[in-house]
């Protein structure tokens, strides 16, 4: 295949790599005379990448997956052309074309976003609720061609540093505890300060023998209240949660969309060589690999130790070593006949994760691979979860039909405007083609005059404001702020 340059080569591969969904990037390039003599264009999975950083530290996804399809470009001398002289396919991993608009290469803000973002950040507007209205404005998520995640990027790379808020909470966190004390007359107890400190080793006790699936007691709670709040308040009238709300279960499936991309996509390095890990990495999601994997490296600081076993039955000492002199002892038993283990810590009966002990006894009794009992279904990567397909009003929404028109031609006319903006020439050719279509507008609506503006579509269209809020009663006595 023949292109007019190189660089048009390239940028039919990336197209053809967004309908394949898969992510391209040059792998390398020569030159001559500061000219691109020919390029190699790869899948981003291709190669096996080596960090720097240690396996036992490092948690980020890669992408690496030795994926040989490729395309070898080069240019043809005395003409400037690009030819496509080799093309290589296959992939050695699946590509999911739903998923194709997550890759971070198929993303991009428009300069009219942009400007936008810059506009609502300055006025003072969140981030989610910027991110919200794109959603309105294009129908839904799916008609947008970056996340919510991008727009936060790019306030903080181009419009402000947000590392002065993380302070600000974690000093937030103190001051609530400090208010306690205040409050009641308590800050000079030490015994409070002391229980306060060692709060992590004693709540657990209460709950570790019932099954909750890693969450607190008041995790629930307070997740549902952050995000619930991005989209309402106290003061928000009945008409507006339910509008709101089909809000959030938008963006709630749309960060479902986005994590199962991630899932999908990347691969989280294991941090040992056990086949127990790498079970769990082929399986679990990555926020759930990742909790696994933390019990992987804690099992470096475990002594494994037997101290009775009669027919397959076995009984371990495991100590914990915690700090440079105190160790920590724990009970495990592991049943070879049934292919069970069991920690006296209980992590696996309150959160349903194998603890460091019970997998430093797995490794003592070189086991590879763990029962299925031990996997489960509701955080593997390939589970289908029945919320994702609650449909709301992004999926069929219902706007005026003007609205609806008016919001479409301005979408579209973005990236129009965002090309003319590159020089006078090509503003001033737009700014022809504005008033010709004006012109051509106004003598079609002229001839128009005296029929009705209104379509059979517009006339009847179903009222999605039918919901009232309930009358405001005035209550005695000083009226309440805030």
Not at 173 to 195: A, E, I, P, T
Request: some cysteine; charged content about 25%; overall charge positive.
């Amino acid at each position: 295949m023949t292109f007019t340059t190189l660089e048009d080569a390239g940028k039919f591969y990336r197209n053809y790599a967004k309908a394949a969904s898969f992510s391209t990037r040059v792998r390398s390039t020569n030159r001559k005379e500061n000219k691109i003599k020919n390029q190699l264009i790869t899948c981003s999975r291709e190669g096996k990448w080596k960090s720097k950083i240690s396996l036992t530290e490092k948690t980020n996804p890669t992408a690496g997956l030795n994926c040989p399809a490729r395309i070898y470009i080069h240019t043809l001398k005395d003409v400037g052309a690009g030819i496509i002289s080799k093309v290589v396919l296959d992939h050695s991993h699946p590509c999911c074309p739903s998923k194709a608009e997550m890759l971070k290469q198929h993303r991009e803000l428009s300069m009219s976003i942009c400007r936008t973002i810059e506009n609502n950040e300055e006025a003072g507007i969140r981030p989610s609720k910027t991110y919200q209205s794109f959603v309105a404005a294009a129908g839904g998520h799916r008609e947008l061609n970056f996340i919510e995640k991008d727009v936060r990027n790019y306030i903080t790379r181009e419009v402000r540093n947000v590392s002065e808020q993380e302070d600000a909470k974690k000093f937030g966190k103190y001051l609530n505890w400090n208010d306690f004390l205040l409050n009641f007359g308590l800050v000079d107890n030490k015994w409070l300060s002391d229980l306060y400190e060692d709060r992590h080793i004693w709540v657990p006790i209460y709950l570790d023998h019932h099954f909750l699936a890693g969450m607190r007691s008041t995790q629930m709670s307070e997740s549902m209240y952050s995000f619930f709040n991005k989209f309402i308040t106290r003061n928000s009238s009945l008409i507006q949660f339910v509008k709101q709300y089909d809000n959030c279960l938008g963006s709630r499936a749309q960060a479902e969309r986005e994590s199962n991309a991630a899932d999908f996509h990347t691969v989280i390095p294991c941090a040992t060589k056990s086949s127990i890990e790498a079970q769990f990495q082929d399986v679990y999601t990555h926020q759930k690999f990742m909790e696994v994997q933390a019990q992987f490296k804690g099992k470096a600081n475990c002594i494994t130790r037997l101290t009775n076993s009669a027919l397959g039955y076995s009984v371990y000492e495991v100590g914990e070593q915690v700090s440079s002199s105190i160790f920590n002892k724990f009970v495990v038993t592991y049943d070879s006949v049934a292919a069970e283990v069991k920690c006296q810590c209980l992590l696996f009966e309150s959160r349903g994760i194998l603890c460091r002990h019970t997998l430093s006894v797995l490794s003592f009794e070189q086991v590879s691979q763990v029962s299925p009992r031990y996997i489960l279904e509701r955080w593997s990567k390939k589970v289908k979860r029945r919320h994702t397909h609650i449909k709301s009003s992004h999926d069929e929404p219902l706007l005026e039909p003007r609205s609806k028109r008016f919001d479409q031609l301005v979408f579209r006319s973005q990236n129009i405007c965002e090309f003319a903006s590159e020089s006078e020439e090509l503003t001033a050719i737009l700014h022809c083609a504005y008033d010709n279509i004006m012109a051509e507008m106004e003598s079609l609506k002229a001839k128009r005059k005296g029929t009705s503006s209104l379509s059979h579509e517009d006339a009847n269209l179903e009222s999605v404001n039918e919901l009232q809020s309930p009358p405001r009663i005035r209550t005695r006595g000083r009226p309440k702020i805030g």
